[in-house]
Structures are given as structure tokens and as C-alpha cells.
């Protein structure tokens, strides 16, 4: 039987989980999870480039596991484990730090875009975090990672670092392509369309464990623009364009049935009617999630299980890895 591509992707549990990270990544791990190997991780490590409260983040890794299996994430068919269980992630992050430019780190979008925002404390872990990055795809000889927009760029600079060292020595890291959503792959602020819908910012991001009034209020008060037309123009609609990228993502419907849906109707049905379909879309998730955090030996079963098999996975790419830079074998 011919082997199966594998997967690798992350999430950072530095904040709930948003319905940005469900449509531009996790829907997409759902769907593949038949097709491929997959390896999901809680990646706490990433977490801690910027400062995070000890406790919350040890809340957070747990139920961001509880949340991948309700999103449809099965524990029998992908390996699903918290990075900082895997030590191989580290090590090999230092041997790529010793093949990736400054001048390539200095020029990441997340990077500069965080070190503004956390002007006072601007980390060395801020700025190496995509090489640990590359360490979790390359670890895993991953083929795809399936991330949203704001990743790609990440995923590039991982491919050039494994290019780089399969020339500097004999192939070695298999070459990731990232996988992109045609939709959903960008959501935006639902306070301010011009930015990304992210963690940080409790407005404008609706989070999968949101209760309904909660999320039917941030719609309802969604930025939107002076005219009266629900239609599809990224450029000088950006509100009304995000909520029919969220609309169309969480029913499975087309933009253009979507405009025609609400042809004659105002923001004030439009609105709404987004909400809904979102609360609707989550309802699952948050019930399901919550039933399996009850269970918490039930999730300490999955994710040492998953250290376990991540751990030989990665130690195969490490020892390679060690040899070919020529340190001595233990
Ligand atoms: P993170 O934790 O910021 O986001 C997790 C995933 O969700 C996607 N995403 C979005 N997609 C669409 N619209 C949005 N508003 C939105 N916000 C977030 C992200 O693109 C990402 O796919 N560096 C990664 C975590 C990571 C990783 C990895 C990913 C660490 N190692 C290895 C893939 C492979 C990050 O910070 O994602």
C-alpha cells in the first residue's frame, strides 16, 4: 500500500480558540484527516514568546485539546500532542537557528508586526520563533500544512532553511507546500475590518466557546460601512465582505447566492443572520468540548499517547539530522 502524504500543523494556545483559526485551519485538518498522516500540535513553546500567565496557559493547552477532538479531529487517526512534550523540537530548532539568515528573521511580517505590539519586551524567542516553526514541519517530514494566510510566509522560509541544508549536506527534510482556504482563509476584526481577527482582541474576535448572546452581540455590532448593499468588494467594503466571507464559510453557501440572498434586505437582517449561522456552526463544538473536559484523564491519555508516537517520529528526522552535522553518535 502506497504510504500516505503527511500533515503537520499548529496553534498557538496563547488565547481561546477563534473562529479565524477554525476557518482558516482547523476545518481544513477535519477534512484531510482522511486523506492524510497527520500530526496536530499545541504548540505552548510558540506560546511563550510573548508573556503569558503560568496557569492560563496550562488551561488553555488542555482545552485547546478538548477543542480540536470536538471540532472533528479524530484522536485514533492523527497524533495530536502539546510541543513542549517533544523535546526533539527544541534541539532541532537550534541546529536550524545555525542555517537561517538574520537578515531572513528580520524580515517576517508576524515578527515585525509583534514587535511593535510588544515594543518593551522584544524577545530573542520572538525573533527566532519561525525556526522553531520549521523544526515542527521538518521534524515530521511533513508535506502540507494546512494554515491560514497570515502563515504562509513562515511556511516559505522553512522551505528555503530545509532547501539550504539538503544542499549544504544530501537530502535530508522533505519540502512542505503550505495549504490555503480559497475561503476563510483571511478573517477579519469584526471591530475593525483593516486587521486580522486575532486572539488578543475580545471585540472583535468571536472564540469557538463563545455563548450565543455573546456572539449575537458581536455581530449585531459588527463595523460595517454607510451604504445599504450587501455585496461582495474586499477593497471598499471590507466589513460587509468579511461577513460574507463568515456567512458563506459557516454555511457552505457561494458568495454569489449568499449577495443574492440578501439582495433586498438591509444590514439589519444581513447582520443577524451571520450571527446565527455562526452560532449555529460553534453549538456542537462548545457543547462537545466541554463534555470532554470533564474527562481529564480521558485527554492525559491522548496527548501522552501522542507525545509517545510524535517523539519516535522525530527522533528518526534528529538522528539524521545530528550525524550529518557531525556530532558524535551518543
Ligand atoms: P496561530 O496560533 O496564530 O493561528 C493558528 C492558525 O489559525 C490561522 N489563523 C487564521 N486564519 C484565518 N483568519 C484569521 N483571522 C486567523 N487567525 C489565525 C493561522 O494562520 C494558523 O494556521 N505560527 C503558528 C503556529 C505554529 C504552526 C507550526 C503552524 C507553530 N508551529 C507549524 C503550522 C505548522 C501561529 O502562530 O498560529
Not at 492524510?36 to 500567565?53: F, G, K, N, P, S
Not at 522560509?157 to 544530501?170: E, K, M
Not at 455563548?211 to 449585531?220: A, C, G, T, V
Not at 451604504?227 to 466571507?245: M, Y
Amino acid at each position: 500500500m502506497e504510504q500516505k502524504k503527511r500533515i503537520f500543523s499548529g496553534i498557538q494556545p496563547s488565547g481561546d480558540l477563534t473562529l479565524g483559526s477554525y476557518m482558516g485551519a482547523i476545518r481544513n485538518w477535519v477534512a484531510l484527516q482522511e486523506e492524510y498522516d497527520c500530526l496536530y500540535c499545541i504548540v505552548d513553546m510558540h506560546a511563550i514568546t510573548v508573556r503569558q500567565v503560568p496557569a492560563d496557559l496550562r488551561r488553555r493547552s488542555l482545552e485547546q485539546l478538548a477543542q480540536y477532538i470536538a471540532c472533528g479531529l479524530d484522536p485514533e487517526k492523527n497524533i495530536m500532542f502539546i510541543q513542549s512534550h517533544v523535546p526533539q523540537h527544541a534541539e532541532l530548532a537550534w541546529v536550524l537557528g545555525c542555517y537561517t539568515q538574520f537578515g531572513e528573521l528580520s524580515r517576517m511580517t508576524q515578527f515585525k508586526q509583534k514587535s511593535q505590539q510588544h515594543a518593551d519586551n522584544i524577545t530573542a524567542g520572538l525573533f527566532t520563533y519561525p525556526v522553531l516553526m520549521a523544526a515542527d514541519i521538518l521534524l515530521y517530514q511533513a508535506d502540507l500544512v494546512p494554515v491560514g494566510e497570515d502563515q504562509k510566509q513562515h511556511v516559505e522560509l522553512c522551505r528555503d532553511i530545509a532547501t539550504r541544508f539538503n544542499f549544504s549536506f544530501s537530502d535530508t527534510f522533505t519540502l512542505p507546500e503550505p495549504f490555503i482556504p480559497k475561503l476563510g482563509a483571511r478573517i477579519m476584526s469584526l471591530g475593525n475590518p483593516e486587521n486580522k481577527m486575532s486572539k488578543s482582541d475580545p471585540d472583535g474576535c468571536v472564540y469557538l466557546m463563545d455563548k450565543p448572546e455573546d456572539i449575537m452581540r458581536k455581530f449585531k455590532r459588527a463595523v460595517t460601512d454607510c451604504e445599504t448593499a450587501v455585496r461582495f468588494d474586499r477593497e471598499n467594503k471590507p466589513g460587509i465582505s468579511n461577513l460574507l466571507t463568515i456567512y458563506c464559510a459557516a454555511t457552505g453557501k457561494t458568495l454569489e447566492d449568499a449577495e443574492a440572498e440578501f439582495k433586498d434586505q438591509g444590514y439589519g437582517v444581513f447582520k443577524p443572520a451571520v450571527g446565527e449561522a455562526v452560532v449555529e456552526l460553534v453549538r456542537p463544538i462548545r457543547e462537545e468540548a466541554a463534555r470532554l473536559l470533564s474527562d481529564k484523564a480521558y485527554l492525559e491519555s491522548i496527548y501522552k499517547q501522542g507525545a509517545e508516537r510524535a517523539s519516535a517520529l522525530a527522533n528518526k528526522t534528529l538522528r539524521k539530522v545530528y550525524k550529518k552535522v557531525g556530532f558524535v553518535a551518543r
